[in-house]
């Protein structure tokens, strides 16, 4: 689909009036009015794709962002630019939707040469968020997602440590993925061609772990009909992975030691001694310090599995993949979802952002996998997702001010935003805001913003 180089969409109840002025005062634009949602999709209906689109701003601004939505669930990505009455600026609800929703603003009445820089600006934009929109999400070379620092990290570890045979003990909280690492530990390593056995031992009742792990022979004890390979031993050539390890049994932490000491087994009801090749990852989301000190795991062992320690950040700690992990189960999923669905509400990714996620991962994707089939909207919403938006308060918009106070608000509120998209980086920050470096310093200098 070919999108238009020139075109804006201006969207408001005056819109038919502004539109005049504006194709007076912007030649090389084409403006396509709206005045409501309606109109609007009846001309996007068409072949009008616009990038960018100008939203004349009144006192009632609680059904904006609805329509803004609608419209973007249709065309895709867009930049929104505001139009609005300079008394509005000191409003609560006009400052907050222009923070949330708005590329920039513009006051009335209109300056043609602001106007058009601003528009210019974010042309380009809209340009390179389209450009990024069509780049699908895959998971790395370890079959993970994120870009976060922490995930950085444990990428890094995970590099380092994958051609060693020592045990590993990887902790993290229940959904964080830790048996995904442990999966990129054994695809990446020259035990790749084994099998990988994966053990949740506080799920095997604590009278069948022995035969589990080890196996047993025929007629070891009623019932034993057959001969059993153990999973220890089903791992040979390759990797058994232990999850959970803290809720193994006290009397069988002492077997499992052997093991490890001699890389031998014996199964339950023979005396003969089996040789195994194979590499231990534990997982645990327990503090197995503290089951020391209480007697419940046993501190040799510990010692035995704590050779190498990756540690998986929780979700909470890792807020910059949230969207990311969130677009990528949308793609994952996308032959589940309800066919009138075409992505998230911005309210939605505010209020994953803002959530807390004690079942991490796990629970973002059940959580975004459910409403991918619930939602009856365009685009997922906060209550889709069983998420309650009433906990998310922004205080910074409590106090009016002056003009000249709110315009300094939204002024850092925006830098700020930049800033975090670059990573604290501020010459690539005043590249992308169209400022040399020095000014960028001399108005974070001025906002009080830290550096």
């Known amino acids: 689909m070919k999108v238009s180089q020139r075109e804006v969409l201006l969207f408001g109840q005056q819109s038919a009036v502004l539109a005049e002025e504006l194709g007076?005062?912007?030649?090389?634009?084409?403006?396509?009015?709206?005045?409501?949602?309606?109109?609007?999709l009846t001309c996007l209906g068409h072949t009008i794709r616009p990038m960018i689109g100008l939203v004349h701003i009144g006192r009632l601004v609680t059904e904006l962002q609805d329509a803004l939505e609608d419209i973007c669930a249709v065309v895709g990505v867009m930049e929104w630019i505001a139009l609005v009455e300079r008394d509005l600026l000191g409003t609560v609800p006009v400052c907050k939707f222009i923070s949330d929703h708005c590329y920039d603003f513009h006051t009335l009445p209109l300056d043609a040469p602001r106007l058009a820089m601003t528009l210019g600006?974010?042309?380009?934009r809209a340009e390179l968020r389209i450009r990024n929109s069509y780049q699908h999400i895959h998971p790395n070379q370890f079959n993970m997602v994120g870009s976060s620092p922490a995930m950085q990290k444990l990428f890094a570890s995970i590099d380092k440590i994958r051609g060693s045979e020592a045990p590993v003990l990887v902790h993290g909280e229940s959904g964080t993925g830790k048996e995904l690492v442990a999966r990129a530990l054994h695809q990446n390593s020259h035990r790749a061609d084994g099998p990988f056995v994966a053990v949740n031992c506080g799920a095997i009742p604590a009278h069948l772990v022995q035969t589990?792990?080890?196996?047993?022979?025929?007629?070891?004890?009623?019932?034993?009909?057959?001969?059993?390979?153990?999973?220890?031993e089903a791992?040979?050539?390759?990797?058994?992975?232990?999850?959970?390890?803290?809720?193994?049994?006290?009397?069988?932490?002492?077997?499992?030691?052997?093991?490890?000491?001699?890389?031998?087994?014996?199964?339950?009801?023979?005396?003969?001694?089996?040789?195994?090749?194979?590499r231990v990852i534990a997982?645990?989301?327990?503090?197995?310090?503290?089951?020391?000190?209480?007697?419940?795991?046993?501190?040799?062992?510990?010692?035995?599995?704590?050779?190498?320690?990756?540690?998986?950040?929780?979700?909470?700690?890792?807020?910059?993949?949230?969207?990311?992990?969130?677009?990528?189960?949308?793609?994952?999923?996308?032959l589940e979802k309800s066919s009138k669905v075409y992505g998230f509400s911005n309210k939605a990714l505010q209020a994953m952002r803002a959530?807390?996620?004690?079942?991490?991962?796990?629970?973002?994707?059940?959580?975004?996998?459910?409403?991918?089939?619930?939602?009856?909207?365009?685009?997922?919403?906060?209550?889709?997702?069983?998420?309650?938006?009433?906990?998310?308060?922004?205080?910074?918009?409590?106090?009016?001010?002056?003009?000249?106070?709110?315009?300094?608000?939204?002024?850092?509120?925006y830098i700020q935003q930049v800033l975090e998209m670059n990573k604290k980086n501020v010459s690539a920050t005043a590249k992308q805001l169209?400022?040399?470096?020095?000014?960028?310093?001399?108005?974070?200098?001025?906002?009080?913003?830290?550096y």
């Open 355 to 413: 959530y807390s996620w004690p079942g991490n991962v796990r629970e973002l994707i059940n959580l975004v996998r459910s409403a991918m089939v619930m939602s009856e909207h365009r685009l997922i919403r906060p209550e889709d997702l069983g998420l309650a938006m009433t906990g998310i308060r922004d205080d910074r918009w409590i106090e009016v001010g002056t003009l000249d106070t709110v315009v300094g608000r939204m002024e850092r509120d």
């Open 434 to 450: 169209g400022l040399s470096r020095s000014t960028l310093y001399r108005m974070m200098m001025k906002l009080k913003m830290n």
């Open 24 to 40: 007076r005062l912007l030649p090389g634009w084409r403006v396509v009015m709206a005045r409501n949602v309606a109109e609007a």
């Open 283 to 334: 997982a645990t989301h327990v503090d197995l310090e503290r089951a020391i000190s209480e007697k419940r795991f046993r501190e040799d062992l510990y010692y035995r599995l704590n050779v190498l320690r990756l540690n998986v950040p929780p979700l909470r700690e890792r807020c910059e993949d949230i969207e990311l992990l969130a677009r990528w189960c949308f793609e994952e999923f996308s």
């Open 235 to 278: 791992a040979d050539g390759g990797t058994i992975f232990l999850d959970e390890i803290g809720d193994l049994p006290h009397d069988m932490q002492v077997n499992l030691l052997r093991f490890l000491q001699e890389k031998i087994i014996e199964r339950v009801g023979s005396v003969q001694r089996i040789r195994v090749d194979v």
């Open 212 to 232: 589990e792990l080890f196996g047993h022979e025929k007629g070891a004890f009623t019932g034993a009909h057959q001969r059993k390979i153990g999973l220890i």
């Open 121 to 124: 600006h974010a042309h380009g």
